[in-house]
């Protein structure tokens, strides 16, 4: 089976634009969760989307949204880019409520860097 | 409010044992988690505790007690690839979903 794909897994953006991620979850998993890692502030909740729901979200500025689509894979947005937002962006999927452990299966990640 | 420590790093030598340890402060409490991180890869999934007491799973082990907000991961018969960043979380009940709050990690250094 495959694994989470994010894409892309580099990108390179100047302060003031825009961009989108995407994830695709493993087959199956319903539910997509969007963190962000800095050196500084480690791995931080985004937001989470199940059946193309958001369900939780966490405590960034609405500069960040993202959506689910009907065959699970989501996608976020960051407008207006500061260099603050240089970051690895990890998503991850998971199949509630099957899944007791909670357990998310993490992609790659997409390398952002905003110069 | 919600917070989670854990050491910034430690450092050990090729088959001895290793203990990560993890404190947390959390309104609700509803499990915590262990992830291994290699530099540039994605985060792999290591333990879940939401009863107190020990799990063991081959050379891993956690440990959970609720009571004090403490949690650690032991690493026995060490090996050059444990050399990686160890991530706490903590599952929070009063979000919905699946939400992680993540400490900002350990980073382990196994030399031989």
């Known amino acids: 089976k495959a694994g989470v794909t994010q894409t892309p897994r580099y990108l390179i953006k100047t302060r003031g634009q825009q961009v989108t991620l995407s994830c695709s979850p493993i087959?199956?998993?319903?539910?997509v969760s969007w963190y962000q890692q800095t050196p500084g502030q480690g791995l931080q909740f985004l937001f989470e989307?199940?059946?193309?729901?958001?369900?939780n979200k966490g405590n960034f500025p609405g500069r960040f949204s993202g959506r689910q689509f009907s065959n699970s894979r989501s996608e976020m947005n960051v407008s207006t880019l500061e260099l603050g937002d240089s970051a690895l962006y990890l998503c991850a999927s998971r199949n509630p409520p099957r899944d007791s452990t909670y357990e998310q299966y993490f992609g790659p990640g997409t390398r952002l860097t905003v110069t | 409010g919600q917070n989670i420590d854990q050491p910034t790093e430690m450092t050990a030598t090729e088959g001895a044992i290793v203990q990560i340890n993890c404190t947390y402060q959390t309104s609700g409490f509803n499990g915590l988690f262990w992830y291994q991180q290699h530099a540039g890869e994605a985060p792999t999934f290591l333990s879940y505790n939401v009863l107190d007491g020990l799990e063991e799973k081959g050379r891993f082990s956690s440990f959970l007690s609720r009571s004090k907000g403490y949690s650690y991961l032991l690493l026995k018969e060490l090996q050059m690839k444990d050399s990686a960043s160890y991530l706490c979380a903590v599952r929070d009940r009063n979000q919905a979903g699946t939400a992680l709050i993540f400490g900002k990690g350990t980073t382990l250094s196994v030399s031989s």
């Open positions: 087959s199956g998993h319903r539910s």
């Open positions: 989307y199940f059946s193309e729901t958001q369900r």
